[in-house]
């Protein structure tokens, strides 16, 4: 590590943020020595807050069907070899009625922007959740829409919302996303969300294309401001129908690092260790537990429709029953020595985390 890494580094370690020009020449000189440095200070700070607890999530993908054509995105509306599906009110019942069996008192609904899900019907999905399990929280993962919609969802019961920015700059959300969508209004709904009292979740893909080190930064600088709740971070991985498809994929180390530099950003923040990050190494979700993460999210969805939602080139868990999904992670955590639990795992206030 040079010497100019080694006190960047040790000012993270120390709770200090960085400029964005910090950020940028921390993750252009980082080094396994770097990382292990800044992995272990992140551990040690995720056990301060949240001991050996690895929350889960129990994600029900309730549709494929989106009006958007992110560039990126496997089911982006422009991909006509997309098998296009929505799950009814009663299909998320019986997924949540499952999953609560199975002990999940998190239900994340995410899915594609589908105009099916207006208020009337996504309110009354949430509050028959709400109704029928009143000790679980409601994660909601739809995408853009007005503060008046999010504000209806909100008092139907939602108690949190899973917005990732994908970029904190400008030109480059242009260069991954079609001219209809904006940079600001993204960036407005994560505000209108905060503003009404989510707990909000932002976060971007590890190597999409275009990314340098100077948008990363722009990233760090955004989450250590915004401080979210929950942030999710996970590698690009490119889809065959995609004009990205010859891209190369984000990699483990690098998520790794940045989810370690987050926790220290954040120190109490809830940070999945994601699927995609499991997709391109087999022990890709253990390592990001390892670098600081503290959050699963095994599948819920009906196993009919778990091929279909494929955001991305060989995606994990399409074949297994929520049950074994949520047994093998639990296998996994215990494995490096983590205990998963299934109680709603609601961000802790501590701010000291030492
Ligand atoms: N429509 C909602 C939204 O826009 O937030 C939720 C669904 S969207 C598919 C969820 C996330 O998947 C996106 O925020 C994006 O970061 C991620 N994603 C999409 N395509 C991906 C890819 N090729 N590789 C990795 N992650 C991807
Ligand atoms: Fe809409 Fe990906 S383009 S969910």
Known sequence: MTERVAALVERLCAGERLSEPEYAALIEGRDEEAAARL?????????????????????????????????????????????RYRLTREDILLCAEEGYGLGFRTFVLQGGEDGYYTDEVLCGIVRALKRRFPDCAVTLSMGERSFESYKALCEAGADRYLLRHETADKAHYETLHPKEMSFDNRMRCLRDLRALGYQVGCGFMVGSPGQTPQTLAKDLAFIADFQPDMCGIGPFI???DTVFRDRPAGTVELTCFLLSVIRLLCPTVLLPSTTALGTIDPLGREMGIESGANVVMPNLSPVSVRKKYMLYDNKICTGEESAECKNCLAMRMASIGYEVVTDRGDRKQITDAG
Do not use: F, Q, W
């Open 238 to 240: 490119p889809h065959k």
């Open 39 to 83: 992995r272990e200070k992140a551990v040690a700070v995720r056990k301060a807050v949240y001991g050996n607890a690895v929350y889960v999530r129990g994600l029900i993908e309730i549709s494929n069907i989106c009006k958007n054509d992110c560039l990126y995105c496997g089911i982006r509306r422009s991909n006509a070899n997309a098998d």
